[in-house]
DNA sequence: GACCTGCTGCGGTTTG
């Protein structure tokens, strides 16, 4: 074939022979030759589908069989994050590595506890395994690390977009460095990812020392034509059985995804809950098989792998409303068209999913954008008038038309993952020392951000006491406390985010999924769950589980979650898509009729002045122009000032009262550098896992560092003032 | 004003 192709071992060239591969893709002849230069870490970006697996794992494989080492040690590491991706990776490999007899270990929670101490006894070949279950070998394997990884030639993170700057990438990049210095050597990197706004961010995220000796291989998959259509809805009377916006955009996904595999993207699970029930109704009434199905993280397993495989199987049409589930590396084959009902919060994720349809050569990738706004009365609000969510849609296609996406955001302490990793450390080694454990965390690992101040802080706030997670031993040694030895005995320490409370719902005594305790249920109540409709029996509260029985109505229950961050450029296109006056051809004329209303309201306002007015006796409009992190920023100052405040896109609308400052002076006072307490209302600071075991000072360092942008304010007032 | 992800070790019994 070529000079990539002659570089492999016999066996490898031997399956890719019986592959009936006529050439390697570019992506793996260039992944073989850097992987064969040096010993350089790699990032290798390419779509789902795209052979990024066999890109990085050929050449490695031909290494370990040309140069095999001596005695045990895993030859390979793969961290995936999650059980079905690494389920799927390892029947892959298992093909590739049968000819060459090297062994490909599956490891995560769902694997026998008898194939592990099998492997742990002789470790041998590939070890794909999840963050979680890597973090328990250090805690409970901890004196065995050095013997399981001694000979790794490579660690490969799989996904490494869906970790980056998030809980569980810190607790990834902080056992990758735990485990060089058991081995006492770097283990070379690789990153495989399909969606990266930035890959010198990336580099730094897989290499912190060494970021731009990172070696990036970007396939490059222009050319496939994309086709966008953007619809909007207008909403009536919220009283109806079903709002008028569900039955117009249900019918019209009826009309055109049946017949084919579709993935519709509802924006929430309740969302999903509605629409399935209400296209399976459709379906019902039109006397036609069931095609549509929901899918979401409170369904049972049971139920999400059968849609998934009614998709990649393909043999009857599948159309799944689903939330982010369906976002990720699963192979679930392609799908003619996504659908987005709403906007969603980043174009990194719009990409992701539109990555999902068009995949066949030939064939086009489509986007259908749906967009739902209010009707307007005579007191309508102003922001209803300004039609952001539409506004937000067309921002995000347009940027994702011109290939930006976010990039992550560094700088964040992550003082929860912190206390975690301190657990882990101390109990993986039976205790460690202060200076250590700072070494290990912070010389090597990922919180190089904390200051040793902060560190020590950390470990106060942690030893005290009534938390009682570690304590001192002899000669300084930090050992755990009470509560840390319960709390790293269990099985639920080892993953770093935090999970909410649930009812298990059984119907005939099979599990449906589950749904919040924050549901407030009785029995005889009705539930739209699963796209059917139940009849609420019996609840039993010690057990948390929810007897339902078929019913012929119902209502979607509460899920709850966070508000997602939007990015300042995002807000920024918006005000850009206000101020034109092009009219973009995707959209529909209902859209365009909404999009001409808003820029006709949002010209009203006279933001020509300044990003400040007064729009009734004792209420204003700010237009900050920027993404949700500053936004927040500023509506907190001002809310520390007394003012009544609410945040949208870009967007804060206030109320003051006469006996305060004029919110103008304030700004002012602000710009000219006002020192502002921004934690005087009190907002609530505990939303990680590990923040309940830290101090009001320390949460509040770790919320400055995540969610806020305190260093701006001035800055921010200064341009809102400006105009 | 949202979504997603994950989980050990032991003791007892049976089988080759």
Not at 585 to 603: F, K, P, Q, S
Not at 621 to 633: C, Q, S, V
Not at 669 to 696: C, V
Request: charged share 25%; proline share 5%; with cysteine.
């Amino acid at each position: 074939m070529t000079p990539a192709f002659d570089k492999l071992a016999r066996p490898v060239q031997k399956w890719i022979r019986a592959q009936g591969w006529r050439e390697l893709r570019d992506i793996q002849a260039r992944a073989i030759h850097i992987l064969a230069e040096d010993n350089g870490d790699l990032i290798i970006a390419a779509s789902t589908a795209g052979g990024k697996t066999e890109a990085a794992f050929l050449p490695l494989i031909s290494q370990v069989l040309d140069d095999p080492a001596t005695g045990a040690g895993f030859d390979l590491l793969y961290i995936g994050p999650l059980k079905a991706l690494i389920s799927d990776q390892a029947r892959r490999l298992e093909d590739i590595c049968r000819e060459a007899e090297l062994p490909v270990v599956p490891w995560h929670g769902d694997i026998a506890a008898s194939s592990k101490s099998r492997a742990v006894k002789n470790p041998r070949g590939i070890l794909l395994i999840t963050p979680e279950s890597l973090e328990a070998l250090f805690v409970r394997r901890g004196l065995e690390i050095p013997r399981l990884f001694k000979n790794a030639r490579a660690v490969i993170i799989d996904e490494i977009h869906s970790l980056l700057d998030t809980e569980r990438g810190i607790q990834v990049r902080s056992l990758l460095a735990r485990l060089e210095l058991a081995v006492g050597r770097p283990i070379r990197r690789i990153g495989l990812s399909a969606t990266l706004g930035d890959m010198g961010l990336a580099g730094e995220y897989l290499r912190p020392d060494a970021p731009d000796d990172v070696h990036v291989i970007e396939a490059d998959n222009g050319g496939s034509e994309l086709r966008i259509q953007l619809r909007g809805y207008v909403s009536g009377d919220k009283d109806e059985d079903v709002p008028a916006p569900v039955r117009a955009i249900s019918d019209h996904l009826f009309t055109h995804l049946r017949g084919s595999d579709n993935l519709v993207f509802a924006g929430t699970r309740q969302s999903v809950e509605i629409y399935a029930d209400r296209l399976r109704t459709l379906c019902e009434e039109a006397h036609l098989p069931q095609e549509f199905y929901p899918h979401h993280a409170n369904l049972s397993r049971e139920h999400r792998e059968f849609v998934e495989h009614r998709l990649k199987e393909g043999a009857v049409p599948t159309t799944a409303i689903c939330t982010s589930t369906l976002e990720l590396g699963i192979d679930i084959g392609d799908v003619t068209c996504v659908a987005q009902i709403g906007a969603p919060f980043s174009v990194a994720s719009l990409r992701q999913r539109l990555g999902r349809s068009g995949r066949r050569e030939g064939n086009p990738a489509i986007l259908r954008q749906y967009a739902i706004e209010t009707e307007l009365r005579a007191d309508s609000n102003i922001l209803d008038r300004l039609r952001l969510g539409l506004v937000r849609a067309v921002a995000m296609i347009e940027l994702l038309l011109e290939g930006w996406c976010e990039p992550p955001r560094p700088g964040a302490l992550h003082l929860s993952t912190l206390v975690h990793q301190i657990l882990s450390v101390i109990s993986g080694r039976g205790g460690a020392k202060a200076p250590d454990i700072y070494k290990t965390l912070f010389q090597h690992g990922p919180f190089r951000s904390v200051s040793s101040a902060v560190f020590l802080e950390v470990l106060r706030a942690i030893g005290r006491p009534d938390i009682a997670l570690i304590e001192q031993g002899e000669e300084g040694i930090l050992l755990l406390g009470e509560a840390g030895e319960k709390l790293t005995d269990h099985y639920s320490f080892f993953a770093v985010f935090k999970t909410p409370e649930e009812y298990r719902i059984v119907a005939n005594g099979k599990t449906l999924g589950s749904i919040s305790i924050d549901n407030i249920l009785a029995p005889g109540m009705l539930l739209i769950f699963s796209g059917r409709r139940w009849h609420v029996q019996e609840i039993h509260d010690r057990e948390r589980v929810i007897v339902v029985v078929p019913a012929k109505a119902g209502v979607p229950p509460r899920f709850g979650g966070d508000p997602g961050i939007i990015h300042d450029r995002v807000v920024e296109r918006m005000f850009e898509v206000l101020e034109s006056r092009e009219r973009p051809v995707y959209m529909d004329r209902t859209a365009l009729n909404l999009l001409d209303e808003a820029r006709g309201n949002y010209a009203q306002i006279h933001f020509d002045t300044g990003g400040i007015v007064q729009t009734a006796d004792s209420e204003f409009l700010i237009a900050t122009r920027l993404g949700t992190i500053k936004t927040e920023t500023l509506a907190l100052a001002l809310r520390s000032q007394g003012y009544r405040v609410h945040v949208h896109d870009g967007f804060i609308e206030g109320t003051f009262s006469e006996a305060q400052s004029s919110p103008i002076d304030t700004l002012k006072a602000i710009a000219r550098g006002k020192n502002i307490d921004l934690f005087s209302s009190d907002p609530n600071l505990i939303s990680e896992k590990f923040h309940p075991y830290l101090t009001d000072d320390l949460l509040r360092l770790d919320v400055v560092s995540s969610k806020l942008d305190q260093q701006s304010l001035p800055r921010i007032c200064a341009n809102i003032l400006g105009g």
